[in-house]
């Protein structure tokens, strides 16, 4: 049965620090990996998306990893801003369409 | 596009009545599917259509728990009767792709207080 962690559970960082967040998963039988950022009262938006043969992708300030032989997975945000304050969850697609969600870590950065 | 659209956005209601969850997904997307957030369990799927038709319902917590999709732009989750436990926020997404490999599109949610 596929399980995702996350570590740490909660992130506290002054603005301006670049931070990393872990995602580990117990199968590398999967066909995705996604991470997503969930405001207070609000959905999930997905930031980063990497297919399983891929081993990372970026967009702006975020660049995730992704090692399936270790499972295992990194989010970086490089100069870290108040506005990334949110929580941020690892997705893994194992097969067909089920996504297992990680707990999420919740990031605070201070101005 | 206005995004995925769920109602209502909060509802209270007394144990042991029906309550009826709404999603409109994105034009266009041909899969949809049914979430639970709670503290205790974190996100869960309930039950995922594809062009309308369930796939796989085995997320579903109960026979109390029921969900249809009468067509591409409708979906409904009911509970009847409503628990106390049945309290969390419920998410509607939507996706493009039949394949699983492109990103869900989450609806605000509908927070939901049973007591």
């Known amino acids: 049965k596929q399980e995702v962690t996350q570590i740490p559970a909660a992130l506290s960082v002054p603005e301006g620090e670049n931070l990393v967040l872990n995602c580990s998963f117990t199968d590398s039988a999967i066909y995705n990996l996604q991470w997503f950022r969930q405001d207070p009262g609000k959905g999930l938006t997905s930031l980063l998306l990497i297919q399983s043969s891929q081993r990372e992708q970026t967009s702006g300030r975020l660049n995730a990893s992704l090692d399936k032989s270790s499972g295992r997975s990194t989010l970086y945000i490089a100069a870290s801003q108040p506005g990334d304050s949110a929580t941020y969850l690892c997705?893994?697609?194992?097969?067909?369409?089920?996504?297992?969600f990680g707990a999420g870590t919740r990031l605070f950065v201070k101005a | 596009d206005a995004g995925v659209i769920q109602s209502p956005r909060h509802e209270v209601t007394e144990m042991g009545q029906e309550v009826t969850l709404r999603c409109k997904p994105i034009?266009?997307?041909?899969?949809l599917f049914w979430y639970r957030q709670t503290m205790m369990r974190g996100l869960e799927l309930l039950i995922y259509f594809n062009n309308n038709v369930p796939i796989d319902d085995s997320g579903m917590p109960e026979d109390r728990f029921s969900a249809k999709m009468p067509n591409a732009s409708f979906s409904t989750l009911k509970i009847q009767p409503s628990e106390p436990r049945d309290s969390a926020v419920y998410f509607c997404?939507?996706?493009?792709?039949?394949?699983?490999?492109?990103?869900?599109?989450f609806g605000p949610g509908t927070r939901l207080l049973v007591l």
């Open positions: 034009s266009g997307h041909n899969s």
């Open positions: 997705a893994v697609r194992p097969g067909g369409f089920k996504t297992i």
């Open positions: 997404a939507s996706s493009p792709d039949s394949s699983g490999q492109e990103t869900q599109y």
